[in-house]
């Protein structure tokens, strides 16, 4: 557990290694890592004003128990947000992991306001590979936008397929479902404009490669999503 009188001074060193992150990522433009600047920022589009409201409680036992409910907002985000949270925190000298809430596990998929089903990440395995494959032809897919950048030393890329569905949706089904691909450590592209059509997953357990023909774009982790 965090020791009393700590949990506001976790919460700010948050805020500091977030200042530290984002001067690093882009420190060079030549190795500029757009994603992690972004993502660090918006740590903070919810969390500024819990933050403050902590700072500025009357008494100490007010601004711990602020202090420690922001922690709790901020973990409740999921599990990469958590995890970002605990290493931060460790490598400021404040130990998160046991005082934050047993983690929530995370739905496999979500619906808006609107009614709208949005599915949440998953790695891509041989298993969610025949999953999609099932619902989704992926063969007949086409590419809707295809994004490499540079993320420090490395280079990532997104990849999103509309896909039709092998199922009936019914007649409000709208526009076809998009599937959506995050690349990490990229090694190499090769994408061919005039053939945008026509996908294949070939599944190496434990992970999969993502081929687009004539693209092959080999990733150590790719995460997918299909929107349905």
């Known amino acids: 557990m965090i020791r009393r009188g700590t949990a506001l001074r ?5 805020l500091d290694r977030s200042l530290v992150q984002i001067a690093e990522a882009s420190a060079d433009a030549r190795t500029y890592d757009r994603r992690t600047v972004n993502e ?30 922001a922690l709790s907002w901020m973990a409740d985000f ?38 709208h089903v949005t599915p949440s990440a998953r790695p891509l395995t041989a298993e969610a590979a025949l999953e999609l494959a099932t619902g989704y032809d992926v063969a007949a897919g086409e590419v809707r936008s295809l994004l490499i950048e540079r993320a420090g030393e490395r280079l990532t890329g997104s990849l999103v397929l509309i ?51 004539p693209a092959l774009m080999p990733a150590s982790d790719v995460t997918a999503r299909c929107a349905a």
């Open 78 to 115: 999921g599990p990469e947000r958590r995890s970002w949270m605990v290493e931060q925190a460790a490598a400021a000298g404040h130990p998160l992991e046991r005082s934050l809430p047993p983690p929530i596990a995370q739905p496999r998929r979500t619906r808006d306001f609107r009614g």
């Open 40 to 69: 660090v920022a918006d740590v903070w589009d919810n969390n500024t004003f819990p933050l403050f409201h902590a700072a500025t409680a009357r008494t100490s036992i007010g601004r711990e128990r602020r202090a420690r409910a």
């Open 163 to 213: 896909v039709p569905r092998r199922y009936d949706a019914g007649p409000q089904a709208g526009d076809l479902p998009e599937l959506h691909l995050w690349l990490e450590d990229v090694t190499g592209v090769h994408f061919a404009s005039d053939d945008r059509r026509g996908a294949t997953l070939p599944c190496r357990a434990p992970q999969c490669a993502w081929e687009r023909r």
């Open 10 to 14: 976790a919460l700010g060193s948050l």
